[in-house]
Structure formats: structure tokens, C-alpha cells
């Protein structure tokens, strides 16, 4: 069974950094498109950054853009999101999603996407 394996989080300052990674297990087919969410206590889940693995083509939320940037490993089926300049507005339990088949869509909505990590937490403190 496909498994997407998330790390990474952690606590920062405001202005650090963090390199999350989710590796997806059980698997020797690279998912389609692979995606991170961000989670605040209270909000919904909301869409931070997405990739095309095979176009390579990315798609990022208004408040990621220039900070954050998205990547796919394809000979690991993994997908890595580095974050610069964190801010506590970005503080959030982050999830890894994925799909083997098609996105139909936006691809920033949690409805694209069957496959789930389990969250990693990251907190930017002010």
C-alpha cells in the first residue's frame, strides 16, 4: 500500500527556514502530482504548493510565493518543499498528498488528492 512519509518540521524563528520531505513507500510508480497543505488550528486545510512530477510545472499559494519552492525527486517518488523567510502566519501541521492519476482541476484543493502523509508540524515563532 502506497505510504507517503513526511519530515522535517520543527520550530523556527521568524525569517529561518525548513526543508520538509515526504517520501512516498510502497510503490514503484511516480505519483502524478504531489502536493503540500498547511492546517492551522480552527482553518482548514489549505493548499500551499503543488508539482507536476512529470512536467515539472509547480503552483504555488498567493502567501508562498517567493518564499517557498517546490520539488520533485522522481527517482526517489518524493517530493521536497524548502521554505525561506517562515513567518508565524505559516505555522501549521503540514501535510504531503498525492495522486497516481489525474488532477482534474486545481491542484491546491485537498479534493485532488487521495493519498494523505500523516503531518509534520511546523511552528515560526515570532
Known amino acids: 500500500q502506497v505510504q507517503l512519509v513526511e519530515s522535517g518540521g520543527g520550530s523556527v524563528q521568524a525569517g529561518g527556514s525548513l526543508r520538509l520531505s515526504c517520501v512516498a513507500t510502497?510503490?514503484?510508480?511516480?505519483?502524478?502530482?504531489m502536493a503540500w497543505f498547511r492546517q492551522a488550528p480552527g482553518a482548514e486545510r489549505q493548499g500551499v504548493a503543488g508539482i507536476d512530477t512529470s512536467g515539472a510545472s509547480a503552483l504555488y499559494a498567493d502567501s508562498a510565493k517567493g518564499r517557498f519552492s517546490i520539488s520533485a525527486d522522481n527517482a526517489k517518488n518524493a517530493v521536497i518543499l524548502q521554505m525561506n523567510s517562515l513567518k508565524p502566519e505559516d505555522t501549521g501541521i503540514y501535510y504531503c498528498?498525492?495522486?497516481?492519476?489525474?488532477?482534474?482541476?486545481?491542484?491546491?484543493?485537498?479534493?485532488?488528492?487521495?493519498?494523505w502523509g500523516q503531518g509534520t508540524q511546523v511552528t515560526v515563532a515570532s
Open positions: 510502497g510503490t514503484l510508480y511516480r505519483a502524478s502530482y
Open positions: 498528498a498525492a495522486q497516481w492519476g489525474s488532477v482534474d482541476g486545481d491542484r491546491l484543493a485537498a479534493t485532488s488528492y487521495p493519498h
